[in-house]
């Protein structure tokens, strides 16, 4: 049986964590900070929960430069559960009900009939933007949801490019759209938007490559993400979400009057005016995951000069770094093809099929990298191939050892073709 220290694992999520993060843990799980008790035994209301979430807020605060959490211009940060696919229906409820709201304040006449020009804008450039569109659909209903691209048109029917800003179709008026949806990185089809794209009311899923750049928060309506790939355990999604849009600064719609039109009313555990307004402690927070998160946001902080800003600069510079090595040995060889267009590679989830999507070769790829204690390589079930997940706590060393492997199970192919044995 292979110990922690043999192995290197890539899987798309759950992901790694740093060991000496989940060191602590082993204890901090048996005695909290002296108190005798566990940190997963403690009231999420106790005055070290509330400590662990202040502190975890403003690890990321700083690392991503978020706004104050005060005035019009500022962000609450929210912690959430129900995952990434939870906030795809907190989103539309909330969103909805802003863009109501908002209507209200200039018409109070014919709301049936304003109703209809209600759009939400999606991006879909892969397989969880395609889901989060498809439950915005279900939510309110496919004549609201207008698809401003959808990039396997533009790809053979496969995900692969992010199809130029000119060839989109984004709805006419601004004040029609309720929100304008994006996936930063496409964790299935290893596709990442370069830079935020821009729309009214934007919301981004971070899911996947949250904490491995810089983000312009300032530029979106909200960004959400599920802990389980770069920040931390399963259980909690991380909302941040502007102020502009949650009271007192936004008004938000009635629930009667949301029913009267047809439009939804989500769950109380989703809703964000209600999370924000509890510091997100409406109902039981697991502040284990919080604690883990903050861990691994303190170590990223650690790293980077604190005249750096924003404090990610250092952790992007190592994502960049890991993801150029790996693509330039695929790169180098006819043996892999790197699936998305390289203009839209993502640097956390390289997608490659080996031989053209050979599948005795990709078994045997998968096979000689278990041999080697790389582990987690297998491509997502809906696409198959190999997928690389350079999340943040794979160390350089880890990337360097699967490097040397792509070399050499290439230079093993390539020989073989050579000898005709193949
Ligand atoms: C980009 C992205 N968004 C959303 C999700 C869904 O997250 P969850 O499984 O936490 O609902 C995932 C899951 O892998 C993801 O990669």
Same mark, same amino acid.
């Given at each position: 049986?292979?110990?922690?220290?043999?192995?290197?694992?890539?899987?798309?999520?759950?992901?790694?964590?740093?060991?000496?993060?989940?060191?602590?843990?082993?204890?901090?799980?048996?005695? *909290?900070?002296?108190?005798?008790? %566990?940190?997963?035994?403690?009231?999420?209301?106790?005055?070290?929960?509330?400590?662990?979430?202040?502190?975890?807020?403003?690890?990321?605060?700083?690392?991503?430069?978020?706004?104050?959490?005060?005035?019009?211009? !500022? *962000?609450?940060?929210?912690?959430?559960?129900?995952?990434?696919?939870?906030?795809?229906?907190?989103?539309?409820?909330?969103?909805? $009900? =802003?863009?109501?709201?908002?209507?209200?304040? /200039?018409?109070?006449?014919?709301?049936?009939?304003?109703?209809?020009?209600?759009?939400?804008?999606?991006?879909?450039?892969?397989?969880?933007?395609?889901?989060?569109?498809?439950?915005?659909?279900?939510?309110?209903?496919?004549?609201?949801?207008?698809?401003?691209?959808?990039?396997? /048109?533009?790809?053979?029917?496969?995900?692969?490019?992010?199809?130029?800003?000119?060839?989109?179709?984004?709805?006419?008026?601004?004040?029609?759209?309720?929100?304008?949806?994006?996936?930063?990185?496409?964790?299935?089809?290893?596709?990442?938007?370069?830079?935020?794209?821009?729309?009214?009311?934007?919301?981004?899923?971070?899911? $996947?490559?949250?904490?491995?750049?810089?983000?312009?928060?300032?530029?979106?309506?909200?960004?959400?993400?599920?802990?389980?790939?770069?920040?931390?355990?399963?259980?909690?999604?991380?909302?941040?979400?502007?102020? $502009?849009?949650?009271?007192?600064?936004?008004?938000?719609?009635?629930?009667?009057?949301?029913?009267?039109? %047809? =439009?939804?009313?989500?769950?109380?555990?989703?809703?964000?005016?209600?999370?924000?307004?509890?510091?997100?402690?409406?109902?039981?927070?697991?502040?284990?995951?919080?604690?883990?998160?903050?861990?691994?946001?303190?170590?990223?902080?650690?790293?980077?000069?604190?005249?750096?800003?924003?404090?990610?600069?250092?952790?992007?510079?190592?994502?960049?770094?890991?993801?150029?090595?790996?693509?330039?040995?695929?790169?180098?060889?006819?043996?892999?093809?790197?699936?998305?267009?390289?203009?839209?590679?993502?640097?956390?989830?390289?997608?490659?099929?080996?031989?053209?999507?050979?599948?005795?070769?990709?078994?045997?790829?998968?096979? !000689?990298?278990? $041999?080697? %204690?790389? =582990?987690?390589?297998?491509?997502?079930?809906?696409? !198959?191939?190999?997928?690389?997940?350079?999340?943040?706590?794979?160390?350089?060393?880890?990337?360097?050892?699967?490097?040397?492997?792509?070399?050499?199970?290439?230079?093993?192919?390539? !020989?073989?073709?050579?000898?005709?044995?193949?």
């Amino acid at each position: 049986m292979p110990s922690r220290d043999q192995v290197h694992y890539f899987g798309a999520g759950p992901a790694p964590l740093p060991t000496p993060v989940l060191e602590e843990a082993s204890k901090v799980l048996l005695n *909290y900070n002296d108190t005798g008790v %566990g940190i997963t035994e403690i009231s999420h209301r106790s005055p070290d929960a509330n400590a662990i979430l202040a502190h975890t807020q403003s690890c990321l605060r700083k690392l991503l430069d978020i706004p104050e959490s005060d005035g019009p211009d !500022g *962000y609450q940060i929210m912690f959430l559960q129900g995952g990434g696919s939870g906030e795809f229906s907190a989103v539309v409820y909330h969103m909805v $009900s =802003l863009w109501l709201a908002r209507l209200t304040t /200039k018409k109070q006449q014919g709301l049936d009939h304003e109703v209809q020009k209600m759009k939400l804008d999606y991006l879909v450039t892969g397989s969880w933007s395609l889901k989060a569109s498809q439950e915005a659909a279900r939510l309110v209903g496919s004549e609201h949801v207008n698809i401003v691209t959808d990039a396997r /048109k533009h790809n053979d029917g496969k995900f692969g490019v992010i199809p130029p800003s000119d060839s989109w179709t984004p709805s006419k008026h601004a004040d029609d759209v309720a929100l304008t949806y994006y996936c930063d990185n496409e964790t299935v089809d290893g596709v990442e938007f370069p830079s935020a794209p821009d729309g009214p009311n934007l919301v981004a899923d971070m899911s $996947s490559n949250f904490l491995s750049r810089p983000v312009d928060v300032r530029k979106h309506a909200a960004i959400f993400g599920g802990a389980q790939k770069n920040v931390g355990t399963t259980g909690i999604t991380i909302a941040i979400v502007s102020n $502009s849009i949650l009271p007192p600064h936004s008004g938000m719609a009635d629930s009667k009057l949301l029913r009267k039109l %047809g =439009l939804p009313v989500g769950p109380i555990v989703l809703d964000w005016p209600t999370i924000a307004k509890n510091n997100s402690l409406y109902n039981t927070l697991p502040i284990f995951d919080v604690w883990i998160a903050g861990q691994v946001m303190q170590r990223l902080l650690d790293q980077s000069p604190e005249d750096k800003s924003p404090r990610i600069t250092t952790q992007a510079a190592e994502s960049n770094q890991k993801a150029e090595l790996l693509y330039s040995i695929l790169d180098a060889s006819d043996v892999y093809s790197v699936v998305p267009d390289r203009s839209v590679r993502s640097r956390m989830n390289i997608c490659l099929r080996i031989k053209g999507g050979d599948a005795d070769a990709e078994k045997a790829f998968l096979k !000689g990298a278990e $041999s080697k %204690g790389l =582990l987690g390589l297998k491509g997502h079930r809906s696409v !198959g191939g190999i997928r690389i997940s350079n999340y943040n706590a794979v160390p350089v060393a880890a990337a360097e050892k699967l490097a040397q492997y792509l070399k050499d199970f290439a230079k093993e192919q390539e !020989g073989g073709k050579a000898n005709g044995s193949v």
